[in-house]
């Protein structure tokens, strides 16, 4: 099993910044990829949408609609993850939930149920 502990949501104006991290512990080295997906208001489906995500050989992958504003980045030492936003903007208002993986997902969306592990999520809330 792993543990994953989300922390750094908030609420934040239009073009500032937040940094999430994602703490992982437990059986750890079964994992190889890490990362982040939301969950946007009134969208409570199955799958969750793809931010970015992080190998354990530093490779990244990011949503089209983040690229040049989001960066992903991984403390091995620490175990954790974090998410850097910046320039937000009222569509980035999500629940931001950290997965971890055995393979690296290419998709673009991720069912909620599978045999991977999710954070508990943490509310991002951008505001004009």
């Known amino acids: 099993q792993v543990q994953l502990v989300e922390s750094g949501g908030g609420w934040v104006q239009v073009g500032g910044s937040l940094r999430l991290s994602c703490a992982a512990s437990?059986?750890?080295?079964?994992?190889?990829?890490m990362g982040w997906y939301r969950q946007a208001p009134g969208n409570p489906g199955k799958q969750r949408q793809l931010?970015?995500?992080?190998?354990?050989?530093?490779?990244?992958m990011y949503a089209d609609n983040v690229k040049g504003r989001f960066t992903i980045s991984r403390d091995n030492v620490k175990n954790t993850v974090y998410l850097q936003m910046n320039t937000l903007k009222p569509e980035d208002t999500a629940v931001y939930y950290c997965?971890?993986?055995?393979?690296?997902?290419?998709?673009?969306?991720?069912?909620?149920?599978?045999?991977?592990?999710w954070g508990q999520g943490t509310q991002v809330t951008v505001s004009s």
């Open positions: 997965n971890a993986d055995e393979y690296l997902d290419y998709g673009l969306e991720k069912e909620v149920s599978g045999p991977y592990y």
């Open positions: 437990g059986s750890i080295d079964s994992i190889y990829a």
């Open positions: 931010v970015a995500t992080i190998t354990n050989s530093d490779t990244t």
